[in-house]
């Protein structure tokens, strides 16, 4: 089977995740993308397994002009992300079978149902600026609807994601494909937790960003924890901390160190060297990550209605995760991952753990067994593999001038 993968803005982390899933396969991927997310991923090893083309200097209009007898020879299309640009897609009508991958679910069903402008005056510029350029002048109000009558059926990166959306009617059932997780389980990647004696590695990934995040209860947590706790804390913030709340938090992190804590951060863009040196080192993830997100002018929420980039990594790199009580966990996620409510039971949690370094390792190994069972590339393949054999079927039959 020939799959056209469409992904013309940047999301390399997801595309690097499809190209995995097909890397083993005698199914083959034709992907139609950007100059930046070949060039990032042209040293991997499924690269030469194969074809891409570039987007290069064309508009997305054009560029899916010049490359439509290509797209439409395939068997399937999976677009990974609309995030903008819903005129594009509105202008094309695929031959074979599409499904959209989505990201963003209150976007780009019910968007004006959930508009949430942050309060403050760079919130508000930041809204209206994105109110005149995506839904004025490129009509997203207009394009959105269209798209979303286009696609022949949806996936998800998780299976809450679906329940949500099915328990509140937002998506009819049979527009639903199998779930399609942004990252899969490396089978390199061994369940692994080496904790030296003396010292224990937390990891905060992601942007020190307040929309997205509340660092508060992490602080405070750890300023309860440090005189406690029997090893020395490495705290890492991965991502960048250069905007005043990211300074405010790092500041006030840095007040707190002494010869048992100790912590480190990034100003700018973390490498990716950088990125998975750090947590292969980790044994714990903190992810304070506020349950309602904002995406340009849409309000969304974490667990319901799009993921946190923190359980992606997971799959990445198998570590205990703990995540605030709010955050809507899958039932598997639940079984492994810790939760708190406030400071105070961070804090507990922490100590508990570092007063148990085999209890680490042991839910090291749970979370490793659970990213198998739920992004095993082998069974997201067939599970896609067959998802597009059946339903191409179906369709041919309604559809027999395109068969």
């Not at 034709?30 to 042209?42: A, G, M, P, Q, V």
């Not at 839904?135 to 299976?159: E, G, S």
């Not at 991965?238 to 010869?259: F, I, M, P, T, W």
């Not at 997971?314 to 991952?337: D, G, R, T």
Request: proline share 5%.
């Amino acid at each position: 089977m020939k799959i056209a993968l469409i992904e013309l803005d940047f999301h390399v982390d997801s595309v690097d995740g499809i190209c995995k899933v097909f890397e083993d396969s005698v199914h083959r991927l034709f992907i139609f993308t950007t100059e930046d997310n070949i060039r990032i991923l042209s040293q991997r090893s499924y690269f030469k397994k194969h074809e891409w083309f570039s987007l290069k200097k064309w508009s997305k209009t054009e560029f899916l002009k010049q490359q439509s007898e290509q797209i439409n020879s395939c068997d399937g299309v999976f677009i990974n992300t609309i995030s903008s640009d819903f005129k594009v897609f509105a202008q094309f009508n695929f031959k074979p079978l599409t499904i959209l991958r989505v990201h963003n679910a209150y976007k780009m069903f019910a968007p004006f149902s959930h508009i949430k402008i942050y309060p403050n005056p760079k919130g508000v510029f930041k809204a209206f600026s994105y109110f005149v350029r995506e839904v004025v002048l490129d009509a997203f109000w207009y394009y959105r609807p269209q798209v979303v009558r286009k696609m022949d059926y949806f996936t998800f990166p998780d299976q809450a994601i679906v329940d949500y959306l099915m328990s509140r009617q937002l998506i009819p059932s049979d527009k639903i494909a199998p779930v399609f997780p942004i990252k899969v389980l490396d089978e390199k990647v061994l369940p692994m937790n080496i904790i030296i004696p003396g010292e224990v590695h937390i990891t905060i990934p992601g942007g020190v960003d307040k929309r997205r995040r509340d660092y508060e209860p992490v602080v405070d947590a750890l300023r309860k924890t440090i005189g406690r706790s029997p090893v020395k804390i490495f705290l890492y913030l991965l991502g960048k901390c250069n905007s005043a709340y990211g300074r405010k938090v790092v500041q006030e992190l840095k007040a707190l160190e002494n010869d048992k804590f100790s912590v480190v951060y990034f100003s700018d863009f973390v490498s990716q060297h950088d990125f998975d040196e750090i947590m292969r080192k980790t044994n714990l993830v903190i992810s304070p990550v506020n349950p309602d997100a904002l995406t340009q002018l849409y309000g969304e929420i974490y667990g319901k209605t799009k993921i946190s980039g923190s359980i992606t990594d997971i799959v990445l790199f198998p570590k205990p995760l703990i995540m605030p009580q709010s955050y809507a966990l899958n039932e598997h996620w639940k079984k492994v991952f810790f939760t708190y409510e406030n400071s105070e039971d961070l804090s507990n949690i922490i100590l508990d753990l570092v007063h148990k370094p085999d209890e680490i390792t042991k839910r090291t190994i749970e979370v490793f067994r659970t990213a198998g069972f739920l992004c095993d590339k082998k069974m997201i393949l067939n599970s896609m593999i067959e998802f597009y054999s059946s339903a191409k079927n179906k369709y041919s039959a309604k559809n027999p001038a395109v068969s």
